[in-house]
């Protein structure tokens, strides 16, 4: 029988309590995922995190009984960064990590993602291999006497606190800079104040009062309108949003304006190639990334290798070609160096190091190079219906704009790989000849897609 696919790019992820984000579907990924990475010791072990989603109990409650039945030990750590759970798995020399978490969604949205013992997502094979033993069912059960046992890891906070100021500059402080951190109601609402704070600085803290049902709303990387005000009314010299995993991060300078994942990769490969610090001779980024951002760095001299949406695709090419610097426009950004996911928290804290450093406003130091023109529009799709993609005459549109388009800029069109959305993506040297592209293939979409 084949398996029916549950993992998107970022693992499994749906509407709580609905078809596949069901209690009975986490049971399922707990036996299924405990029985293949039981370790060769007598107790097997398994971190559990999640973010600030009223589902979330449901899930871990699930997953935590489908561990323990096959005879892995779990250790909960409530509410807590994506970064956190992974390296957490590594540190506690866990033999699986889980995060729930449907990181910058709303809150009705909910997701499982799996972490090896080395702290990494895990591979599309090894998602498979889950897939289809979920699928065949029938996994084997531990014996009473080897149930696995559940427990509360103590100051699981504290531990990420320390492991984040850790990779901040030995000896700098953030003494006198005056920051807002928006966490947007999720999982860092607690661990990224606290480390700002005693790395010296003035913090403003907003999104930091989770109750369930407010994580991602109108706060955090993907609606940074909050945070933009907050640093204008408070005279900051920077702001810093995180999405509801903490796996992202988009910042803003002391003027309001956004400093995206394409701008925090060029200061930071600047940097580090300054400082000698740069391996792989560039970057990694993905598809959706602007072409200024690699002009720039061809500038610089510098590479930049694309792969496909998802930090999961350039962790894998950053290891595969030694790389230590990578991410994606939305705000993911890799450095291995210090971990083995996007980390939102460790990036700022890197940025930050630099703004002191070069003792310059965020403004001057945040942008590197002018983008071209982009536009990205979205257009959902009934899920069980025939796929837009497919229909002859979105096809015939999509290949008349690639033409128009090849001399001066690029036509990118991809389905999400998290939810019904096709993404419809135009840059271009020519501002209104990008927004016509978009509009005619969204158009060509929205004629088939309901």
């Given at each position: 029988m084949t398996a029916r696919k549950l993992f998107g790019t970022d693992g499994i992820r749906g509407t709580a309590n609905m078809d596949p984000m069901t209690p009975e579907l986490a049971l399922a990924v707990g036996l299924a995922a405990g029985r293949l990475f039981r370790g060769e010791g007598p107790r097997p072990r398994v971190v559990i995190g999640k973010d600030t989603r009223l589902s979330g109990y449901m899930i871990e409650a699930a997953l935590q009984a489908g561990f323990v039945a096959v005879g892995i030990d779990v250790m909960l750590v409530g509410p807590m960064p994506t970064p956190a759970v992974a390296m957490l798995t590594r540190s506690l020399r866990a033999d699986l990590g889980v995060m729930i978490s449907a990181s910058h969604n709303p809150y009705q949205d909910n997701g499982i993602k799996l972490f090896g013992p080395d702290g990494y997502k895990l591979s599309d094979e090894v998602e498979r291999e889950i897939e289809a033993m979920i699928e065949a069912g029938g996994i084997e059960k531990a014996e009473p006497k080897a149930l696995g046992r559940a427990q509360r890891l103590e100051e699981p906070a504290g531990r990420y606190i320390e492991f984040a100021k850790a990779t901040f500059p030995r000896g700098m402080k953030l003494d006198g800079l005056k920051v807002v951190v928006d966490c947007a109601h999720g999982a860092a609402y607690k661990v990224a104040p606290t480390v700002l704070w005693e790395l010296g600085a003035e913090v403003i803290a907003i999104g930091v009062a989770p109750d369930g049902f407010n994580i991602n709303r109108e706060c955090?990387?993907?609606h940074v309108k909050a945070l933009r005000q907050a640093v204008l009314a408070h005279d900051a010299h920077i702001g810093i949003a995180l999405d509801g995993d903490a796996d992202r991060l988009i910042?803003?300078?002391e003027t309001g304006q956004v400093v995206d994942g394409d701008?925090?990769?060029?200061?930071?490969?600047e940097h580090f190639q300054r400082t000698e610090r740069l391996r792989g001779g560039g970057i990694v980024?993905?598809?959706m990334s602007n072409l200024g951002l690699e002009r720039h760095l061809a500038r610089l001299g510098l590479s930049m290798a694309r792969t496909a949406v998802g930090d999961r695709y350039v962790v894998e090419r950053m290891r595969d070609q030694g790389f230590n610097v990578g991410g994606e426009q939305s705000?993911?950004?890799i450095l291995s160096d210090f971990a083995t996911t996007g980390d939102g928290l460790i990036a700022a804290l890197q940025v930050l190091a630099m703004v002191v450093?070069?003792?310059r406003p965020a403004s001057e130091v945040c942008r590197r190079f002018q983008p071209l023109p982009q536009v990205l529009r979205n257009v959902r799709f009934a899920a069980n219906g025939h796929h837009p993609l497919e229909d002859g005459g979105v096809k015939a549109?999509?290949?008349?704009?690639e033409a128009r388009l090849a001399q001066s800029g690029r036509l990118l069109i991809r389905k999400s790989g998290t939810e019904p959305v096709i993404r419809v993506m135009a840059e271009g040297e020519d501002p209104n000849l990008v927004e016509g592209s978009v509009a005619e293939v969204v158009q060509a979409l929205e004629r088939v897609a309901s």
């Open positions: 955090g990387s993907t910042l803003v300078d701008q925090l990769m060029a200061v930071v490969a980024a993905t598809v705000g993911h950004i450093e070069a003792g549109t999509i290949a008349a704009v």
